[in-house]
């Protein structure tokens, strides 16, 4: 979870579609005693600055499906003149941001429920926060002040908060921190890997002696690597492997540029780099600096009519062939690569990987991949959908009433959606 990202995605799409016009635009929005609320939720009164910023990003939601379809950022006219599962426009977003604003209020009322309190710290951000924003003029002049961005950020900070009470590390719906080591060991791993290419620089396949080069070299390389005695020795062999390839590489090309210049009737100079007789550099080794992490991937069910449109043209059986391969490679690192084991791997037609894979655990510290940010996006990224289901759980339950007054002057398309 990020408290900005919300705040953050309506402030650049805004910024985005805004760029992309040049209509006129009316008057700075006022508000009046009949229309300060939009909205009641469960007897709590929705300002109109929450409710016109929940408008605002509804709109840039149309806008960015409407750029689906176009392949352009659209003009507010044709937003305005789309329909939205069945909806015209002005009720699509404002249903939307109807929505968002109970959803506001769920978060106001749980917060209050589990007697959550914002530090001085998250309170101190909020403010600074909104005072590098609020002069914005997509919310200045749409009437979203200083109060209503304030509750809006406080409200993300409130929804964080009640987030990590149900599902945070040994809380109500969450898990224990091994357990949650558990379920990142499960989906990712270690590997260090190099590839060697089966074609020149210029995609030309090599030929059969120089293929079979390569492969001898692999098949050596594997060897070295497994010959070593230790699991660390085997994955710094891997490095020095990789080094004398790539020297090998210089060297062909090298030799393949002299041969052309020569059969060109050129002449070609060899530069030769040296280092001053006494000088020394030093240089700080990072271990895992070749490593990589992957991710398990995981499997969904394909519809086979779909596959068999995508790969009617040669693009797109180009780009299946390709999602293939990466699929193989994936499967291949999680159920057959074993820990600490060189092997050949062919990824595709013209590219093999000489590949070792270590055990993630040995990773799994907090001056390493097991940092507070890894903790709190994994819970994230294991819980969120179940918090969201449990926060629209309480929404429903909510009885709200529109102020009509404010819904009528709150249109979205009597706000400032484009540049002058």
């Known amino acids: 979870m990020n408290k900005f990202n919300k705040f953050a995605a309506a402030a650049a799409a805004f910024a985005l579609a805004a760029a992309s016009t040049s209509c006129g635009a009316p008057e700075a929005i006022t508000f009046g005693k ?32 409407l750029y689906g379809t176009l392949g352009k950022m659209p003009t507010v006219d044709e937003v305005k003149n789309h329909q939205f599962e069945t909806l015209d426009a002005t009720d699509w ?23 959550g309190a914002l530090t001085n710290e998250e309170l101190n951000e909020i403010k600074e926060f909104v005072s590098s924003n609020s002069a914005q003029a997509m919310f200045a002049d749409n009437g ?39 379920y990142y060991q499960d989906k990712t791993t270690r590997v260090k890997y190099f590839s060697v290419s089966m074609v020149d620089d210029n995609g030309e396949a090599f030929g059969a002696d120089e293929k079979r080069r390569l492969n001898n070299m ?24 990789e080094k004398e390839y790539s020297e090998y ?91 600490y084991k060189a092997e050949k791997y062919q990824y595709d037609e013209n590219t093999v990987y000489v590949i070792i894979k270590a055990d993630i655990k040995d990773r799994m510290n907090s001056a390493d991949l097991w ?27 909510y009885t709200s009433e529109k102020n009509s007054s404010a819904y009528r002057k709150f249109t979205p398309f009597s706000l400032k959606l484009e540049d002058k």
Do not use: W
Request: hydrophobic share 30%.
């Open 34 to 65: 009949g229309t300060q609320t939009a909205l009641t939720v469960d007897g709590y009164d929705v300002p109109a600055g929450v409710f016109i910023y929940n408008e605002l990003y509804a709109y840039n939601q149309a806008s960015y499906e």
């Open 93 to 115: 977003i404002q249903d939307k941001a109807t929505e968002s604003c109970i959803d506001f209020v769920a978060n106001e009322r749980e917060f209050e429920k589990i007697g």
């Open 144 to 182: 979203v002040g200083a109060d209503s961005l304030t509750k809006i950020m406080e409200n993300n900070y409130k929804r964080e908060a009640v987030f990590k009470h149900y599902y945070g590390l040994d809380s109500e719906k969450g898990c224990t921190e091994d357990e949650l080591k558990q």
């Open 218 to 241: 692999i098949d050596d390389y594997v060897d070295e690597i497994n010959a070593e005695s230790s699991n660390s020795a085997r994955l710094k062999k891997i490095d020095e492997c």
């Open 249 to 339: 590489v210089e060297k062909r090309t090298a030799e393949a540029a002299a041969k052309a210049a020569k059969e060109a009737g050129e002449t070609t100079t060899t530069t030769t780099t040296t280092t001053a007789a006494g000088t020394t550099t030093t240089t700080t080794t990072d271990p895992y600096a070749n490593e990589v992490t992957v991710t398990k991937r995981t499997t969904t069910t394909v519809d086979s009519n779909a596959v068999s449109a995508v790969t009617t043209t040669t693009a797109s059986a180009e780009a299946a062939a390709s999602q293939k391969a990466f699929e193989d490679y994936n499967d291949y690192i999680f159920e057959k690569l074993g820990l």
């Open 371 to 397: 940092t507070e940010n890894t903790i709190q996006s994994l819970l994230s990224e294991r819980y969120y959908e179940d918090f969201e289901n449990m926060m629209k759980g309480i929404a429903k339950g």
